[in-house]
């Protein structure tokens, strides 16, 4: 009995634990005319999140990063690493980098989970003050 206890104990923790989590995919609306524009998967590689770029949707109007500088320059936006080295710091991640592939610059980043379904991206320079926010919703 105390076995089946603890075990569900167990599983309904780890379920909250990782609805509290940002590891997931993603859709990211655009800045300036509110369109979906592609999902981005957040995942865990050694205990840091990154994101890539795993669908472009119809609105989409940028395919390849031809801003980009260095091995991203003219690669396709699909299976391009965007987001990189976020820290868990309480509730937020950062002390990361986010790459905007408009332009090809990266920024400093910190993301928070607003809901288990929304996620706030702020990207900026140097002082989190500098910057911008877009919120994510996550893919059902």
């Given at each position: 009995m105390i076995k089946q206890f603890l075990f569900a104990f167990?599983?309904?923790n780890a379920s909250y634990l990782l609805?509290?989590?940002?590891?997931?995919v993603w859709k990211n609306l655009d800045d300036e005319d509110g369109k979906e524009k592609s999902h981005i998967e957040i995942y865990e590689q050694n205990g840091t999140l990154r994101g890539k770029v795993i669908?472009?949707?119809?609105?989409?109007?940028?395919t390849k990063c031809n801003a980009c500088?260095?091995?991203?320059?003219?690669?396709?936006?699909?299976?391009?690493?965007i987001l990189w080295d976020?820290?868990?710091?309480?509730?937020?991640w950062d002390s990361g980098q986010i790459m905007d592939p408009k332009n090809?610059?990266?920024?400093?980043?910190k993301i928070e989970?607003?809901?288990?379904?929304?996620?706030?991206?702020?990207?900026?320079m140097g002082v989190s003050m500098f910057g911008r926010t877009q919120t994510w919703y996550r893919v059902k």
């Open positions: 167990f599983i309904m609805a509290q989590s940002p590891v997931g669908k472009l949707l119809p609105a989409a109007t940028i500088t260095g091995a991203n320059k003219g690669k396709s936006l699909v299976g391009m690493d976020l820290k868990k710091s309480g509730k937020t090809g610059k990266i920024y400093d980043c989970l607003k809901s288990t379904d929304k996620l706030n991206v702020r990207g900026y």
